[in-house]
């Protein structure tokens, strides 16, 4: 049940698929959003808050951070961490691929005890221009867990632009275990 749990606070990090901006991508934002994970067996539901960010560190790299916190079924409590950087390669004005890793941190409070594992995660995703207000993203994501094992997970999400600066956004991460996904609410900037 740890790994499940952890697993599902993992998968709700969702892939972040850095925002739009008018004339091209940008590397640049904050985000703050409603999450939601639902674990197949044992069946447990929980949901909370994520905040991401990213910064553009050159044309090609950046870095970022996530951070989510879950109430869960069962008085258990989920928080995830995670700290990396990305390249992302330009396949076409409307197609990146990007290619990340990073170092993730979980914390899962049980009646029964607290329980800690970091480890990495490696993605790798598309993400695509639709129209001039609408990006989608897609992915699949590794993450090996010192002590929790390893997970592999699809992702896809989109994001509309109401603004070059604000978007809302919609990102599914589904596995053979869970099936997170996060309601977000995105400010870019240059």
């Known amino acids: ?11 709700a990090l969702g892939l972040a698929g850095p925002a739009l901006a008018q004339g091209g991508f940008s590397y640049n934002f904050v985000e703050l959003g409603y999450v ?4 197949d067996n044992p ?16 044309k090609n790299f950046h870095v970022f951070t996530e951070y989510a916190d879950q109430d869960f ?16 390669w330009a396949l076409s004005p409307n197609l990146d691929l990007i290619a ?15 329980f800690d594992d970091d480890g990495y995660g490696l ?26 094992g390893d997970n592999t997970s699809l992702r896809v999400g989109g994001r509309y ?14 596995d053979d275990d869970a099936t997170s996904w996060v309601l977000g609410a995105r400010y870019t900037f240059r």
């Open 100 to 114: 990340t890793i990073s170092y993730v941190r979980s914390e899962v409070d049980t009646p029964l005890g607290d």
């Open 123 to 148: 993605g790798l995703g598309l993400r695509g221009r639709a129209t001039d207000q609408l990006e989608l993203t897609g992915g699949i994501r590794y993450v090996d867990l010192d002590d929790s």
């Open 161 to 174: 632009f109401f603004t070059p600066q604000f978007a809302v956004g919609l990102d599914l991460d589904y």
């Open 1 to 11: 049940m740890r790994n499940r749990i952890i697993l599902g606070s993992l998968a």
């Open 36 to 39: 939601n994970t639902e674990i």
């Open 73 to 88: 079924d069962g008085n258990v409590d989920g928080k995830t961490f995670e700290l990396g950087g990305g390249l992302n």
């Open 43 to 58: 069946d447990i539901d929980g949901d909370g808050f994520g905040l991401r960010g990213s910064l553009a560190v050159s």
